[in-house]
């Protein structure tokens, strides 16, 4: 009979407490995290909503065809914006306070898990939550879109009589083109965006609030004074000093290019990755700087 | 405190950096949507201060499409200056809205337009009359606006050329907007004929022939017209000019060609 062999034990270099960065375990944090808000009843609840708002938005009927797609979209997109907001700024104001309230980070930060890793995780479960929103609601926006284009499709059927079929065809043709627009990914895109931004705002607040009513009644204030940016540098272009200050705010404003598109006004591309960038470029600044509060504060 | 300060210039710092990206995307914007709202006091006020609030978050649309339904309800109310104020203010919010321009002036021209006219309230008939008249004057008006703001779409000059055709009894107006509507590319194909016969209406025989002649000559394979009528109408002209038999171009009934047995 041979000897069980011993485990091989490596020993930590002595003194060392420096633990590198690990995207696997910002994953593991963010997976949690998600998971978390998943579970919770508020976020089911909003999206359940949403939900049924968007389904609701196809019984706009006594109307043309053309004012009832638009009110569809108008509403639907609306709709996502103001629940994913709601999303956003809900979801990401409880994750610091929950978890200090709950002393569970006291756990994980005993472990090598270092606070950026901490904070990143967090973030990116909020933004996971986001996107994961936003693409049941376009799944819902979209099935709202396809049952009024099979109504107004049907109706138009109903009301041929008299009408050639090449005329008919031209109609349907019509009703089809302006249901669904390519450049509706567009509006999307910016919508996941600015809402991954607001997130990013939220999560600086929290940081150094122990609060999650201060976290989002302070979220909510710059998500207004955001969409008043534009107006306000309008009227104070003048004024060089209001410039400087308003910069510190992100111009939200730039992100609403729903109405628009809706319009069947071309947005190009380029435009579009430009305000991707300043949100990106904010986005990140804002990050680092939760970090640089999160790393300085004392749990 | 040292934290919170870095986390300050993190922010603030680039945030000022991008200062004239956020100033090149404002101009795009204001270039691209070609008419953004101000919240004025006046406009705050004809909408009230709930819309006005959601108008300052950013949804313009969704106040667009409330207003418009509000004045869809004053519609069935009978509310006819409410329904055109808030048709006015649908516009302002958003002037590139084809639809809304379209409809409002309709709405003016042919529902309002004859309700005036029978209104038991009408001293005479020839109130009646002078009202209605007045409720074309302002779809006129307001679709005169609607193409000042969306001069690239055909659906408006139609929507004038109609007017002018419908209300006015003015062919010759009407052919000039029809004229323009069927220089877009997406015009449908039932304008050129309409155009067609404004131009007949309005005078000029010659230029209709010659407008049809120039729609029977297409590609009957590629373009969609219904053909019988072309043929109907080009030959109806050609008779009605007396044109040559031998520079006819529309298939003629073949008792009556030139030479057929009496």
Partial sequence: ?299 | MRGKLIAALVVVLPAWAMLPLENRIHAENVALRYGTTQVTGGLRDRIGQGMAIALLAGFRGVVADFVWIQSHTFWEKREWLRQYDDMEVATILQPQSVMFWDLGAWHMAWNIGYAVSVDPANRTKAEGIKREREWWDKAREFLRRGIENNPNRYDLYFAMGWLYQVKYQDWCRAEEYYAKAIAFPDAPSYLPRIHARALEKCGDAIGAYQYWKGLWLQDHRTVHQPWGIVAREGKRLEDLLKIPYNQRVFPMDPARRPGASE
């Avoid at chain 1, 049941?136 to 008299?162: C, H, N, P, W």
């Avoid at chain 1, 609030?209 to 008043?228: C, E, P, Q, R, Y």
Wanted: with cysteine; aromatic share 10%; proline share 4%.
């Fill in chain 1, 1 to 299: 009979m041979t000897e069980p062999a011993s485990p091989v034990v490596i020993p930590r270099p002595a003194g060392s407490e420096w633990v590198g960065f690990s995207p696997g375990r910002v994953a593991a944090i963010a997976r949690n995290t998600f998971t978390e808000a998943v579970r919770q009843k508020v976020f089911n609840i909003l999206l359940v909503f949403a939900l049924v708002v968007i389904a609701t938005a196809s019984l706009f009927a006594e109307f043309s065809f053309s004012e009832q797609l638009k009110f569809v979209k108008d509403f639907c997109l609306g709709t996502i914006t103001v629940f994913g907001t709601l999303i956003a700024i809900v979801g990401t104001a409880q994750l610091l306070p929950n978890e200090v309230e709950h002393r569970t980070i006291y756990t994980i930060l005993a472990k090598p898990v270092r606070r950026f890793e901490f904070l990143l995780g967090k973030y990116t479960g909020s933004v996971l939550l986001i996107f994961m929103s936003l693409v049941m609601m376009t799944l819902m926006f979209s099935a709202a879109l396809v049952y009024k284009e099979q109504r107004l499709i049907a109706s138009a059927r109903e009301d041929a009589a008299g009408m050639s079929a090449p005329d008919l065809q031209q109609e349907i043709g019509q009703i089809q083109a302006a249901t669904f627009d390519p450049d509706l990914v567009k509006a999307l895109l910016l919508i996941f965006v600015k809402l991954a931004l607001l997130a990013a705002i939220t999560l600086l607040v929290s940081t150094f609030s122990t609060s999650m009513v201060f976290n989002v009644t302070v979220a909510f204030m710059i998500l207004v004074a955001g969409h008043l940016v534009g107006t306000a540098r309008d009227m104070w272009a003048d004024n060089r000093l209001a410039v400087w200050l308003l910069g510190i705010i992100p111009d939200l404003g730039s992100f609403n290019i729903a109405d628009d598109i809706i319009l069947g006004n071309a947005i190009p591309w380029a435009h579009v990755a430009k305000v991707v960038l300043y949100g990106m470029v904010y986005l990140v600044c804002t990050v680092a700087g939760a970090h640089f509060i999160f790393s300085d504060r004392e749990i």
